[in-house]
């Protein structure tokens, strides 16, 4: 049985003072080190750390809508050729499931408009429409693109979720996942033409985001499993599961992304195979092991904006117990020969069984 020898906190923040810290813009939210200097943590052979996170808390400074899950890939068919292209809903927060469909609408209409030579789209409805959630609705998108004689015979638009183009906006917009790049032969949205409109639906329930926890990875070598799709943001995911880099996931909120745990009670933690750790390298990823996106687009935000976070972690060193089968007999302090003095004392000696005459 393990028993608790002694417990060490460290208070960590990752934000800026005065001028950025050691590493320059890899010592950030995203990516930062600690460095234990002359405090570093050990333990004895018999001994194991145990390091877990209490505590944890950023404001919210990235968007909900992002490029993670943004992106709209199209192909329009019409009297001037076949056109293929893509879109990105703004960057930004998005109050309600309605003003998610009316962007979506806003972009919907620049990819037609860019499609044919005949005029502009104009959006006559688009639905959901005044809908927040705990409202009444199957919030399932869907809108209607009227211009006279536009002259498409096809339009396709994906969410996809493949290669460079993986996206998570399949789960925002409730479109059908494109799992692999077939040059845009399929469509996401169940779209109908008609001569003088264009009405595109979609096919499941739309979300005002698409990141609930951020997760917390470090290189320590400890025992902890992850699925696969969790650090895997270019090929279909499966559920296979690996070694894991993960500490903790926090909770993505509208303004902190925060917990707070009392005590040893953190269910968050990694059991460290080393005895002695001189510094840490932490990560802070998306889902599916991406970096956050910067809401200003330069990454820039870490070092000379408003990006940080702090947290509590917890040390723990256990004393691990001993097998109850294996005799623990002290060793003897003198060794059975004095060769050079042509004399036996372990004839004396308590620790000898056998002694040889």
Known sequence: MNSLVSTRDIFVSTQQSGTSGSGGNTNTFRNFKICFNANPLKCSDNEFMRLSVNQFNLYRQFYLVNNNNNLLL????????????????TS????????????????IKTLLDAGQSVGAFTVTSTAPASFSIGQTGDRIYEAVFTLNSHGITAFNLQTPQFSDNFS??????????????????????????????????????????????LYLRSELNGNNLESQ?????????????LQSSIISKIPVGDEFCSFQFDSEASPYFVDIESNFVSEINFQIRDHHGRTIPDPAGDNTIETTGNLFCDMTLKVLIYKTGTNPNVLDTPVA???RFDLTANKQPFLNNPYMMNPMT
Do not use: C
């Open 74 to 89: 199209s192909k329009i068919t019409s009297a001037s050729g076949t056109t293929s292209s893509s879109g990105r809903l």
């Open 92 to 107: 930004k927060d998005y109050a309600n499931i309605s003003d998610i469909a009316t962007e979506l609408s806003v972009q």
């Open 168 to 213: 998570d906006s399949y789960a925002l917009l409730g479109g059908k996942r494109i799992s692999s790049d077939d040059s845009i032969a399929t469509s996401s949205f169940t779209v109908t033409i008609a001569t003088n409109t264009i009405t595109v639906k979609g096919k499941y329930p739309m979300q005002r985001s698409t990141m609930p926890f």
């Open 229 to 241: 799709n969790l650090n895997n943001a270019n090929d279909t995911p499966s559920t296979h599961i």
């Open 333 to 335: 302090p003198y060794s």
